[in-house]
């Protein structure tokens, strides 16, 4: 079942080698488009409080008996339903909607981190997704997040593991407003 929501029950290597590299406190941490949440358990490791995001409504099962919280909400949807919210992190892996990247970036809090890890375009030459709506663009993360975030990691290109496929990263911490 987890296998058939997100592909693989392993955490992103990149997203864990992230987590371990932060030595300030996070309370609070959300999983945009949580799938089953095998990084929102992962978050639960490092901070008090965990929200977990996805439209389907079928996964809240995954997180039954967990400390992370689940909310049900479509991300897609005009009005932003986490207006208002800010998190000490804000996790994003393998999900892309442009029209409200930027409200993405937004609940990231003062001081706040940010880890984003998706496909990239040319992902297309390997398989799904191929549709340049869902595909990063280079430097695109970079672009959008502009000098409110310093810029702690990122890249851009084919990687080998855990399947061939052109990704897109970005580790950043909020600095401006
Ligand atoms: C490829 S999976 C990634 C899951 C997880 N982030 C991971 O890396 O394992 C994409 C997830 O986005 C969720 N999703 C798609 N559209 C969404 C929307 N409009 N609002 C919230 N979640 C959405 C899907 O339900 C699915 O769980």
Known sequence: MIEKIHGSSDPSEWI???????????????????GAGRHSLLLSELCSSVTAVDRNPDLSSFFENTSVEFLCLDLEQEDWPLVGYTFDLVLVSNYLYRPNLRKI?????????LIYETFGVGNELFGKPSNPNFLLRPSELRDSVGDEFLIMDEFFGEIAEPQRS??????GRRVGP
């Open 105 to 113: 970036f937004d609940l990231v809090g003062p001081d706040g981190f």
């Open 16 to 34: 864990k080698e992230k987590l371990q590299s932060i030595i300030y406190p996070v309370k609070s941490a959300i999983d945009i488009a949580s």
């Open 166 to 171: 052109v990704r897109g990263r970005l580790f």
